[in-house]
């Protein structure tokens, strides 16, 4: 049923594209002013209906990911009222996850739990192959203590600070992942204004003035934390819905994170912060207008890039769904829209100008001075991440009879390369 749904929306929201684009091109040189009006109001609701129906079919999809989950058999896991027998025999005891999972459905006590159970728990990693890289053993006085979380609930949280934060994305931009946060020093080097020269004459010695030399610079990425704060779990929603439960958890703490890291690498500071993209990256076109851009004007910051990074793979536009929606009405000099919507039934992604963007909703809208679109060569940007993310559970009198979840992590992101992304600043 569900993929019958998301047939029908995919056709659906091509054909508002479709509708929305002819309706559009109603209005010419000689329409007034007045009935032009009305006429971009009824593309704006028709977008709407567009981007709504884009946002119902991501929420299936995300539902039929979920199912799939849910419908893998897992033979560690007991199933119906089955009863985890404690037992001596290593073959035979239950691993981390499972005993997690009780925890979660045993009123929040460890008392419920078996003495095996609350050892494979307290332990955090003996019993489950439980790398210490990929957890928190979060450090308390409180009389309960920390746990650690499944492996499961991790996957789930970077999938989500993925979709969430597109600067975050290995598939974008450079990521260099690292198991310690010690400085790490990145050279850097700029020759794309060199060639070559023409052979001296027979005999003549090649020229060695130093003119041609290298010139290489330096970089340096550090570490820096961030914390999704503690989210509060009831004991209700731990009981009555497990496996939901780790999806529910493993999202919010993406989100969260996502969020975070994908602000601090897109306008981070650069001091005792990342240096974000869009801070980092050098003047390309300083429109005209404080609250609009010209097809002129994408030109102009396409063509501020040097040849050389615009045939990276890498190469795209980025700027946020405001900008976006201000550009899917700009056409060329022979009437066609920039926006090319794609084929959401084939899976094309929509492009701008024939290129790849992303929505960035970290950067900044039209408005007087700001930075509203980069174009270049993302694969320039590096994204240092430091081991991966890093969750822990805790239950305490704060939280009782419910429990507390957090998550950590540690990066930083630098422009390499200057020259390779520019921006458009309005006036």
Same mark, same amino acid.
């Given at each position: 049923?569900? =993929? ?60 039929e990911r979920a ?37 979660? @459905? ?12 609350? *050892? ?15 957890? *928190? ?43 310690? !946060? ?36 330096q970089k340096q ?31 919010? #703490?993406?989100?969260?994170? @996502? ?20 801070? *980092?990256?050098? #003047? ?41 929606k201000a550009l899917? =009405?700009? =056409?060329? !000099? ?19 100008? @024939? ?27 590096? +994204?240092?991440? +430091? !081991?991966? +993310? #890093? ?12 429990? !507390?979840? *957090? @998550? ?12 390779? +992304? =520019? ?5």
């Open positions: 049923m569900s =993929k019958a749904r998301l047939k029908e929306l995919r056709e659906k929201q091509a054909n508002i594209a479709t509708n929305a684009r002819a309706k559009y091109d109603e209005i010419t040189d000689d329409t007034p002013e007045e009935r032009a009006s009305e006429i971009e109001t009824e593309f704006d609701a028709m977008m709407s209906d567009y981007d709504k129906i884009g946002k119902d079919i991501e929420r299936l999809e995300r539902s199912l799939d989950l849910i419908n893998q058999p897992d033979p560690r896991r007991p199933l119906g009222n089955d009863i985890i027998v404690p037992t001596n025999d290593p073959g035979n005891a239950p691993d981390y996850r499972t005993v997690f999972h009780s925890y979660l @459905g045993a009123q929040g006590q460890l008392g419920m739990l078996s003495p095996e159970e609350r *050892a494979i728990l307290q332990a955090g990693f003996a019993e489950a192959d439980v790398k210490p890289e990929h957890r *928190a053993q979060t450090s308390s006085t409180n009389s309960e203590g920390g746990f650690t979380v499944p492996e499961e609930l991790q996957n789930i949280l970077i999938k989500s600070m993925a979709m969430w934060g597109p600067m975050y994305d290995a598939d974008i931009c450079t990521t260099i992942n690292t198991t310690s !946060g010690n400085n790490l020093p990145m050279p850097t080097v700029n020759d794309t204004a060199n060639t070559g020269a023409a052979a001296p004459a027979q005999g003549t010695t090649l020229t060695d003035d130093g003119g041609k030399d290298v010139t290489f610079g990425l550090e570490s820096y934390s961030f914390d999704t704060e503690w989210i509060r779990v009831s004991l209700e929603l731990a009981q009555d819905s497990i496996f939901a439960m780790e999806e529910l958890l493993g999202n919010l #703490l993406g989100e969260r994170l @996502g969020r975070t890291a994908n602000s601090q690498l897109t306008t981070g500071t650069g001091s005792s912060a990342p240096n974000g993209i869009v801070t *980092a990256s050098s #003047l390309g076109v300083t429109a005209a207008g404080a609250n609009a851009i010209t097809w002129d004007e994408t030109i102009d910051l396409e063509h501020s890039v040097d040849p050389a990074y615009r045939q990276s793979p890498k190469c795209r536009w980025m700027f946020n769904d405001g900008t976006l899917r =009405k700009l =056409k060329d !000099g022979d009437g066609n829209y920039l926006w090319q919507m794609g084929d959401v039934t084939k899976g094309v992604p929509a492009s701008f100008n @024939g290129r790849p963007y992303s929505i960035n909703q970290a950067m900044a809208s039209l408005a007087t001075g700001n930075k509203t679109m980069l174009f270049g060569d993302f694969g320039k940007y590096f +994204v240092r991440k +430091v !081991g991966t +993310v #890093l969750i822990g559970a805790l239950q305490d009198k704060d939280f009782w009879p419910g429990f !507390g979840v *957090a @998550g950590y992590i540690r990066f930083d992101g630098e422009l390499g390369d200057t020259a390779a +992304v =520019k921006h458009l600043i309005q006036a």
